[in-house]
């Protein structure tokens, strides 16, 4: 089990799929006031004596290898761990999947930001480990919020990535669908204080991590991409730093001095298609090296799928996320436009 000095991610690391325990709690701790409980390998939980009204989930390694969000959460738990950094908010950490972190790697078998929202046990049921551990963090994050105490609460959750390929906007936020609730100017001050001016607002229902929080628990919940995919120790530090400090302030309760909202600090883009890939034969068409948030001409041809040709449609249409090697049914590339804050729905 872990012990006191051992650090949290190495521990994750060498428990790849989890611990199988008839106990809820496998290891628990105070810390000077702070209760620190392990819930299973990746899952850890801390609390203060009088918690605040937040209830925080922070994620990474729903992607094995999109290691800076594996960093900053390293980082923060063990500042708790060490006393340096106090939380006054409940705070769950999760560190999805240790497996894929340790080939370095997306994902083993399933990429997991597909099987949330009880997406594991569709078509075939339980087949992979992936699946199995999304059953799982779906179950910690139920109980996490449904253990806070009682009164008025905010649950949050930031789902942390790093993209395949460069961006034009380097930092970037998914907002998942709302079901027509207003967007909030709070969270997009909070993102721009990590560091992330730009989002993307999703115009329907998905199987990732964020939208399940959103969707399941009324969460403020988010994708959030810190940058471009790098092995460990590539990731250059001061890149991260809004995001890292950020987030202690969150945790600790400081004040984080948002100031007025003003709508011309955020970049917000609307997507308009999720393109899939349907055939064996599917490619891109156009290089690897096109960023994030390029911008095609009306008629540009983007995608073949099997015979068809994919087009953009219309002018100042960009892509986000393209890869050619998801698999058969999954998104292959979403494409956006841009809209002006001021056009959103907003409280
Ligand atoms: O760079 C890429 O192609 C993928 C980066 C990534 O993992 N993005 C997430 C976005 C999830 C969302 O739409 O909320 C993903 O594809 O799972
Ligand atoms: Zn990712």
């Known amino acids: 089990m872990l012990q006191p000095q051992q650090n949290f991610l190495a521990f994750t690391r060498d428990h790849e799929w989890g611990i199988e325990s008839d106990e809820s709690i496998l290891f628990s701790q105070t810390i000077d006031s702070i209760t620190m409980q392990v819930w299973d390998s990746g899952i850890v ?4 004596p009088n918690p605040g009204p937040l209830d925080i989930v922070l994620s990474c390694a729903v992607h094995g290898d999109e ?9 923060l738990i063990e500042a708790i761990r060490s006393g340096k950094l106090v939380p006054r908010h409940r705070v769950l950490f999760i560190i999805a999947n240790p497996a894929a972190i340790n080939i370095g790697k997306r994902f083993v078998d ?3 930001n597909r099987l949330f929202s009880g997406a594991h046990s569709e078509g075939e049921g339980l087949i992979n480990q992936e699946r199995v551990r999304a059953k799982a963090i779906e179950s910690y994050v139920a109980r996490f919020f449904a253990e806070a105490p009682s009164g008025p609460r905010q649950r949050l959750h930031y789902d942390m990535h790093t993209a395949i390929r460069d961006s ?6 998914v907002y998942p669908f709302t079901h ?8 997009l001050q909070l993102l721009a204080a990590m560091g992330v001016d730009t989002v993307l607002l999703h115009e329907g229902p998905t199987t990732t991590f964020s939208y399940f929080s959103v969707r399941q628990f009324d969460a403020d919940a988010f994708t959030v991409e810190l940058g471009k995919v790098r092995p460990f120790g590539q990731n250059p530090q001061q890149n991260f ?7 202690a302030r969150l945790i600790a309760g400081d004040e984080l001095q948002l100031g007025e909202f003003d709508a011309k600090q955020h970049h917000i883009y609307q997507v308009q298609r999720s393109i899939n890939r349907t055939q064996q034969h599917f ?20 995608a073949r799928d099997g015979d068809s040709d994919i087009h953009a449609n219309e002018p100042g249409e960009a892509i986000i996320f393209p890869n050619a090697k998801v698999a058969i049914g999954q998104r292959a590339l979403i494409t956006v436009r ?10």
């Open 67 to 75: 290691t800076a969000p594996i960093e900053i959460c390293d980082e």
């Open 110 to 112: 399933e990429n997991m």
């Open 180 to 187: 027509g609730k207003p967007y909030k100017k709070r969270q």
């Open 168 to 173: 034009a906007h380097e930092k970037f936020a």
């Open 338 to 347: 841009q809209i002006n804050a001021e056009q959103l729905d907003l409280v």
């Open 283 to 302: 490619e891109l068409c156009f290089a690897d090296d096109v960023a994030n948030f390029t911008w095609f001409e009306a008629g540009e041809l983007l």
């Open 241 to 247: 730093a809004a995001c890292r400090d950020t987030l």
């Open 45 to 48: 939980v801390f609390t203060p």
